[in-house]
């Protein structure tokens, strides 16, 4: 009889090992703070309000982001290896371990909380806090595995950069915010539906409910273009607070999204082959393009028209 010792494995290189720590973060996902949160200040500035301001607002944001996303894949560490989207990440490869996953998704948030309220306020630092609680005790613990909406309400999370945004600039939060708010929570559906379609089989696999596993292609796609036509129209409602050239730029741009919505619907009634890819890529230049004309909108425009709010 022999024994067979395994020789122990060599040290991870600090470079590979701050990488694992750094994907828990998600980074890509994090992008979405930069596109909605600017604009936002800039909006709630009517023009454009100190660098530090703006450069403090998105620190204490990336922080927020990156523990909510850590404790998610704390949190998540069993479905995300049985997902081949997700089965690269650090905890699914056992690159970190899940106890020091908790603390430093637990240490990034305390961070974010008192780095919000040292620079930019309290209230702002009481909604990145309050994001963070929602996303992994609403949605990830509660939503995510039970229902089919969970996307649609659990999404709200995605929604808080906006009003952090806003409230570090006024102190507050004014009617627009709440629209912001609003754009982003219409558009993360059929966003989000269009990635799940492309990876139900992962989602049935893992026993998530996302709404492409529970449900028929064209029901869900109907739900997209339904989805669709209210954030264009929730994108709208800001006309009073902007000039001509805002409402100009998000209506020709949701024009472009809700025809895209309805082409894709229109092939799947056909029963022919639709790419919902291409339209996940598309709703994310669709955002961008809104709040990238928002952006200019106040920094150009309102200064020099002086548009009341």
């Excluded at 703006?54 to 479905?79: E, K, Q, R």
């Excluded at 089965?87 to 305390?110: E, M, Q, T, W, Y």
């Excluded at 129209?233 to 309805?262: K, Q």
Aim: aromatic share 12%.
């Amino acid at each position: 009889m022999s024994l067979t010792i395994e020789a122990p494995s060599a040290p991870r290189r600090p470079a590979a090992v701050v990488r694992s720590y750094f994907a828990l973060t998600k980074p890509r996902v994090i992008e979405l703070l930069l596109v909605t949160t600017i604009p936002a200040m800039l909006l709630a500035a009517r023009g454009f309000p100190p660098l530090w301001q703006i450069a403090c607002t998105l620190a204490g944001g990336t922080l927020a982001a990156g523990s909510a996303n850590a404790l998610n894949c704390y949190v998540d560490a069993d479905i995300d290896k049985l997902m081949k989207r997700t089965k690269a990440r650090p905890l699914a490869r056992h690159d970190v371990s899940p106890r020091n996953a908790l603390i430093f998704g637990v240490v990034l948030g305390i961070a974010a909380f008192a780095f919000l309220w040292m620079t930019v306020g309290l209230l702002p630092a009481i909604f990145a806090v309050a994001t963070i609680l929602f996303y992994i005790f609403v949605y990830t613990l509660i939503l995510k595995r039970r229902t089919a909406q969970n996307i649609v309400w659990g999404g709200a999370a995605g929604c808080m950069p906006v009003v952090i945004g806003w409230s570090a600039i006024t102190g507050g939060v004014a009617w627009p915010a709440f629209v912001l708010f609003g754009i982003v929570f219409f558009w993360t559906p059929p966003h989000t539906w269009a990635l799940a379609i492309k990876f139900k089989d992962d989602y049935a696999r893992a026993g998530v409910p996302m709404l492409p596993v529970v449900a028929t292609l064209e029901q869900v796609v109907k739900q997209m273009v339904i989805y669709t036509w209210l954030t264009v129209v929730c994108s709208l409602l800001l006309f009073p607070v902007t000039s001509w050239i805002y409402p100009a730029v998000a209506g020709l741009a949701g024009l472009w999204f809700a025809i895209a919505a309805h082409r894709l619907r229109a092939k799947i009634k056909r029963g022919e082959n639709a790419n919902t890819m291409r339209f996940f890529h598309l709703s994310n230049s669709y955002l961008s393009v809104v709040f990238f004309g928002l952006a200019v909108d106040a920094v150009v425009a309102l200064p020099v028209l002086g548009w009341p709010f």
